[in-house]
């Protein structure tokens, strides 16, 4: 049972550059997020999803997109990347299933863009 | 979702227990709080939870005062290892995308 797996660990992107994220967890959880950790803060919360073909919203949504085609997939774009959005990007899932408790988190996804 | 307040940074003897106080004061009544630590740059990892009675594992124990509005993690026997970010949340039993994760409690171990 892998849990919450983020591909690529890093990545260093020009700015401008695009690229795409991508979250996978094998626990059938029905909601995932995308966090941004800048350095000594909390996670902010960039986009998130309640269920396949769904999106929405969070604190810090500009510049990025997702998409949820699977149930077990949750991708971040970045369409042109900037040097604001060099974080550390955390992927974590949720379930509603009885006994359940909290999220489980990715190991996350470091990207530098210079 | 509530917000918590926590202290900064904390410092205990490897040995001895380690207590978090975290306060949440607006916490509401279907809300639990949950403990999470961050080793490094590694993602969040769960400790544990509890709702209104104070909750004990394998890893610590959690306090939470009868007016819930303040609560203790408490690890027992800390170790170099237990050095991390720790972060109180509150929220619903399945999580959500209201709840807040704050810069936590940076808890030093020293020998």
């Known amino acids: 049972n892998a849990g919450v797996t983020q591909t690529p660990k890093f990545r260093v992107l020009k700015t401008g550059q695009s690229m795409t994220l991508l979250c996978a967890q094998d626990?059938?959880?029905?909601?995932m997020y995308w966090y941004r950790q800048d350095p000594g803060m909390g996670l902010r919360l960039i986009h998130y999803s309640v269920g396949e073909g769904t999106t929405a919203k969070g604190e810090v949504p500009d510049g990025y997109n997702v998409s949820r085609l699977k149930k077990q997939n949750f991708l971040l774009g970045l369409e042109s990347a900037a040097p604001s959005q060099t974080s550390v990007y955390f992927c974590?899932?949720?379930?509603?299933?009885?006994?359940?408790?909290?999220?489980?988190f990715g190991s996350g996804t470091r990207l530098t863009v210079v | 979702d509530a917000k918590t307040t926590q202290p900064t940074s904390m410092d205990c003897a490897e040995g001895r227990a380690a207590n978090l106080p975290c306060n949440h004061s607006?916490?509401?009544?279907?809300?639990?709080v949950y403990w999470y630590r961050q080793i490094h740059s590694q993602g969040p990892q769960y400790i544990i939870h509890g709702l209104k009675n104070n909750e004990t594992n394998e890893m610590a124990s959690l306090i939470i005062t009868e007016d819930r509005k303040s609560s203790t993690l408490i690890l027992p026997h800390a170790t170099l290892r237990d050095t991390a970010v720790y972060y109180c949340?509150?929220?619903?039993?399945?999580?959500?995308?209201?709840?807040?994760f704050g810069a936590g409690t940076r808890l030093f171990v020293k020998a």
């Open positions: 949340i509150v929220g619903p039993r399945t999580g959500g995308f209201k709840t807040i």
């Open positions: 607006t916490i509401s009544g279907n809300e639990y």
């Open positions: 626990m059938n959880h029905e909601y």
């Open positions: 974590a899932s949720t379930t509603t299933e009885k006994g359940a408790y909290g999220y489980t």
